[in-house]
């Protein structure tokens, strides 16, 4: 029997994974959906090869995705073609959808990665996407992505187990042990939270795997809408306008992306210095920006027209959770009279009007030196009045404090679903109230 090595290569983009149809003109497999794919020749590492095969049969320069994950080989044999094929799952994220497919690929298509299990596929093609897909652990151990990202990366797990607990038989037990495992994996992002209730909220009657499964769907949907109309409606804020904008936030990025703003401020942000990568990123998109220092906040919002931040929680009362220096911002805007808009998903807003552990996020950067007969504080995040912001930007418009409660509300009984649970675990974690 011969052996090859072969790369099978996922592109996943908001939450959706690339599929291809091999055509009749391929070795192996033609008319069948897989990923990208290819051999790996004498002098490549499957790296590589995963690299190269992105190239040919998408289109898409490597530097246009970023490498997630890869997964341990495993055998695949095939009888009918007298072949063992060693196969190396990858994983990488791409921000486009705009492939353009070789002669190996008659049909391409985003789909949700459980779709893999309704299509007829080359060999394992599920299998290898298990080796590569989004965990509870790689969600509790990620110190790299945002709350909002990290939440949609929670719906992904979310979706993926169900498919798994269902394939085996589970049940709803099964699936809410998953759910809890992710409401505890980063206990200060609220956002999480919310959008796993939201999802075991709407299952709750059906109380199944596979209803878990499609309401992680939609709701992965739902929060790539949320993010971009929120951006969108930031966009219309600045154009024109010179900003001022703090440490990082995907949203306040895409909304002065598109927004067009004369000029962006952007303050260090220590610790973990994060606004000199969103200059250098806003630069490169052709942006005029200004990086300064943190003792300079209040100057830098002397020069502005707008000031836009993100936000890590939204508590009930309308406070802000954000990064340290938001208040200085805020307030330096209330003095000047400018006004001060943050840009967040409804997702985002507490059940409650107590803040997370604010310490959480800390381990990890660099604090300050000190003797020993000095105590250092040197916190990453802060909490920020409401009655220092003149609007929340959201994917429903311009919210303003009572709605905010509103919401908190709203997100207080989707936190319910937990109520039907037994045992001790049913009501661990930052959820309870």
């Not at 690929?105 to 299509?119: F, K, L, N, S």
């Not at 959201?394 to 109520?419: F, M, N, P, R």
Request: charged share 25%; net charge negative; with cysteine.
């Amino acid at each position: 029997m011969e052996t090859r090595s072969v790369v099978t290569v996922f592109l996943t983009n908001g939450g959706e994974v690339l599929l291809l149809r091999r055509s009749e003109a391929v070795g192996s497999y033609p008319g069948r959906w897989g990923g990208v794919a290819g051999h790996v020749e004498p002098g490549d590492t499957p790296l590589s090869a995963a690299k190269r095969e992105i190239r040919e049969e998408t289109g898409l320069d490597t530097q246009a995705v970023t490498l997630v994950s890869s997964g341990e080989p495993f055998p695949v044999t095939d009888p009918d073609l007298d072949m063992e094929w060693t196969v190396h799952p990858f994983r990488f994220e791409t921000g486009s959808r705009d492939v353009q497919s070789n002669w190996e690929t008659t049909e391409t298509a985003w789909v949700p990665p459980p779709a893999i299990c309704d299509r007829e596929t080359v060999p394992d093609l599920w299998r290898s996407w298990d080796r590569v897909r989004p965990t509870v652990e790689q969600v509790r151990a990620d110190s790299e992505s945002g709350s909002a990202t990290l939440s949609k990366r929670a719906l992904e797990v979310l979706r993926d187990e169900a498919t798994l607990i269902a394939a085996d038989g589970g049940d709803w037990d099964d699936i809410a042990q998953v759910a809890l495992d992710l409401r505890t994996a980063r206990e200060a992002m609220v956002v999480l939270q919310v959008r796993v209730d939201q999802v075991m909220a709407e299952a709750r009657d059906d109380r199944t795997p596979d209803a878990v499964r499609e309401a992680a769907i939609e709701a992965l949907s739902q929060a790539e809408v949320a993010d971009r109309a929120a951006a969108e409606l930031a966009a219309e804020r600045v154009e024109g306008q010179t900003v001022l904008t703090l440490s990082r936030s995907g949203t306040v990025e895409q909304a002065l992306e598109r927004g067009s703003p004369e000029t962006v401020w952007v303050p260090v942000s220590r610790p973990g210095g994060e606004g000199r990568e969103l200059a250098s990123d806003l630069a490169e998109a052709g942006l005029d920006v200004r990086l300064t220092s943190d003792a300079n906040i209040s100057g830098a919002v002397h020069e502005a027209d707008v000031v836009l931040l993100g936000a890590d929680t939204l508590l009930a009362n309308g406070d802000v959770i954000n990064k340290v220096g938001t208040t200085a911002a805020a307030l330096a805007g209330n003095h000047f009279d400018v006004p001060v808009s943050v840009i967040a998903a409804t997702a985002k807003i507490s059940p409650s009007e107590h803040p997370p552990d604010l310490s959480d996020g800390e381990a990890g950067h660099e604090q300050l030196s000190a003797p020993e007969s000095v105590t250092v504080v040197d916190p990453v995040f802060e909490r920020t009045s409401a009655a220092l912001v003149d609007g929340y930007l959201t994917e429903d418009g311009v919210l303003d404090a009572d709605a905010i409660s509103e919401y908190a509300a709203d997100h207080t009984q989707a936190a319910a679903w937990k109520q039907s649970l037994t045992g001790p675990s049913a009501n661990d974690g930052p959820g309870r109230q």
